[in-house]
Nanobody, 121 residues
Framework: QVQLVESGGGLVQAGDSLRLSCAAS????????MGWFRRAPGKEREFVAA????????YYTDSVKGRFTISRDNAKNTVYLQMNSLKPEDTAVYYC??????????????WGQGTQVTVSS
């Protein structure tokens, strides 16, 4: 069982930056692939970024490539999402997710409660 708690959301202006954090419980964090997802108002939840459990290779959806960076600190059981050059269309509830030894864009085992990111124009 893994519990995930996101933090770092807020209200910012277009062009600003935010860093989301996701703290995980448990002693086997390093064996979990971690992902970030988002759900904008009236839309389906979508994949944003993921990071491998084994070699920290990263993956991004096209709309955030070059602006967002996912990283992890296994010593702190934490995954981060650095978001730069934010746009109003990035407004959403952001969720982190964990999956045992399998990096993917869907079908994660554990989910956090989400943190709101609002980008004003």
């Amino acid at each position: 069982q893994v519990q995930l708690v996101e933090s770092g959301g807020g209200l910012v202006q277009a062009g600003d930056s935010l860093r989301l954090s996701c703290a995980a419980s448990g002693r086997t964090f390093s064996n979990y692939a971690m992902g970030w997802f988002r759900r904008a108002p009236g839309k389906e939840r979508e994949f944003v970024a993921a990071i491998n459990w084994s070699d920290s290779k990263t993956y991004y959806t096209d709309s955030v490539k070059g602006r967002f960076t996912i990283s992890r600190d296994n010593a702190k059981n934490t995954v981060y999402l650095q978001m730069n050059s934010l746009k109003p269309e990035d407004t959403a509830v952001y969720y982190c997710a964990a999956n045992w030894k399998s990096t993917r864009t869907t079908g994660y085992d554990y989910w956090g409660q989400g943190t709101q990111v609002t980008v004003s124009s």
